[in-house]
């Protein structure tokens, strides 16, 4: 049974940093795609960064890009979500998401993944 636990949102300023976790079991971590996305208040859910199956491909939206990186550690079965100069548009829930098999080329969109966390907020102060 695939389970995914974020932890490390909260409040920061304009420019601050963040490291979101997102803690997996289940499964083998290394065959699955791992996803992270967000959905501001009265927005849909955007992909922000995923992490390709086997070659750990990271691909990026472009609001993101120099700014955030996905990282997976292989040996504690857990995918961070390092986050830089954090700007107010970035508020959002957060989630991370994992699909077996899944190749990507291009920036991930939430159809793209079935198995999902339950979500963490993140809030950037202006």
């Known amino acids: 049974q695939v389970q995914l636990v974020e932890s490390g949102g909260g409040l920061v300023q304009t420019g601050g940093s963040l490291r979101l976790s997102c803690t997996t079991s289940?499964?083998?971590?290394?065959?699955?795609?791992i996803g992270w996305f967000r959905q501001a208040p009265g927005k849909g859910r955007e992909g922000v960064s995923c992490?390709?199956?086997?070659?750990?491909?990271?691909v990026y939206a472009d609001s993101v890009k120099d700014r955030f990186t996905i990282i997976r550690d292989s040996a504690e079965n857990t995918v961070h979500l390092q986050m830089n100069n954090l700007k107010p548009e970035d508020t959002a829930v957060y989630f991370c998401?994992?699909?077996?098999?899944?190749?990507?080329?291009?920036?991930?969109?939430?159809?793209?993944?079935?198995?999902w966390g339950q979500g963490i907020q993140v809030t950037v102060s202006s």
């Open positions: 998401a994992a699909e077996p098999v899944l190749i990507l080329m291009r920036p991930c969109v939430p159809s793209d993944f079935r198995s």
């Open positions: 992490s390709s199956a086997g070659d750990f491909n990271a």
């Open positions: 289940g499964f083998t971590f290394n065959n699955y795609a």
